[in-house]
């Protein structure tokens, strides 16, 4: 079973962090109001707005920022600003021991996949979510009101409408996943994901679809995709093609490689980089049930 942090209350101190890509503070403006409506004092990193090329600060800025509120007892939660890349840059530094007695929420998606995928590798679990940077776009009400009651009330559910290419059954497994190319990234590194049993979740934005084709093929031929318990593929946002065009629709792509196996899957789900970013708790034993009408996660 892994670590659950407790549950948010009104008045909890929680920590801000950009430990990917640059921000800046009007980027930063609805969150803090947002999360002020929700009860929570905000404590900024040290270099939150700092700003080093592509990077919010150097590397070992945004490393101790993150280690800092890491070890902080009085951090009650971790929001990552945003992600963009960077995370891969610091991840195998941190030390994240002190989480295993004092285990807090930390909460983000894309870039920060590789932040969940080492916080599962040590039993912890973690918020894959819509980050403070988005807060203020129009669209995420639902979002925001997924990630408060999951942080608060440690519960949620995502429903989604049947899609043709689904694969019915149902399964009660560990959830685990994020971007597909963090995740593919992951392999062969201290934090490589673990998928046998679990039910992996993927989402993608802004690809080639040749290039999907090749992580897909790198998740197969590792053999991430064999043992699944079942597979959740959230949004794969503005796909692109080639002038010689791959033939396959991300659909038919993804059933390409996964058509030998019988395990429930399910297309469709809002996870991933749309207004609608349903919260999910990375490392859960969740209810995962895909039948003739819809689809349904539950934890």
């Keep these: 079973m892994s670590i659950v942090p407790r549950s948010l209350k009104k008045g909890d101190r929680v920590g801000l962090v950009a430990p990917s890509r640059v921000i800046t503070k009007d980027q930063m403006k609805a969150a803090y109001e947002i999360l002020a409506s929700w009860g929570l004092n905000v404590q900024e990193g040290k270099s ?3 700003k080093y090329g592509y990077f919010a600060g150097r590397d070992e800025e945004r490393l101790d920022d993150l280690q800092n509120f890491i070890n902080d007892e009085n951090i009650a939660a971790i929001f990552c600003a945003r992600g963009g890349y960077g995370m891969t840059r610091i991840v195998d530094e941190l030390d994240l021991s002190t989480l295993k007695t004092t285990p807090k929420w930390i909460i983000g998606f894309s870039d920060i ?7 599962n590798k040590n039993g912890l679990e973690s918020i894959h979510g819509l980050m403070p940077v988005q807060y203020g776009k129009d669209g995420t009400k639902e979002s925001l009101g997924s990630l408060q009651e999951l942080i608060f009330h440690n519960r949620g559910e995502i429903i989604a409408n049947r899609v043709d290419y689904n694969r019915n059954g149902s399964v009660s497994a ?5 971007n597909l190319s963090l995740v593919a990234e992951s392999l062969g590194t201290k934090s490589e994901i673990e998928t046998i049993g679990k039910i992996l979740f993927l989402e993608e934005v802004d690809e080639y679809l040749y290039k999907i084709d090749r ?12 043992d699944l318990a079942g597979l959740v593929i959230g949004d794969f946002s503005d796909m692109k093609d080639t002038e010689i065009k791959f033939g396959k629709d991300i659909h038919e792509l993804i059933l390409s490689h996964v058509n ?21 708790p990375v490392g859960r034993v969740v209810d995962f049930e895909v039948n003739s009408s819809s689809t349904k996660l539950t934890y």
């Design 260 to 280: 030998k196996y019988d395990y429930p899957m399910a297309f469709g789900m809002p996870i991933g980089h749309e207004s609608k970013n349903l919260a999910i």
């Design 215 to 226: 992580m897909f093929t790198q998740l197969h031929r590792t053999g991430k995709l064999k």
């Design 174 to 178: 560990e959830i685990v996943g994020g």
């Design 113 to 119: 996949t590789a932040l969940h995928l080492a916080l």
């Design 48 to 50: 939150l707005y700092n």
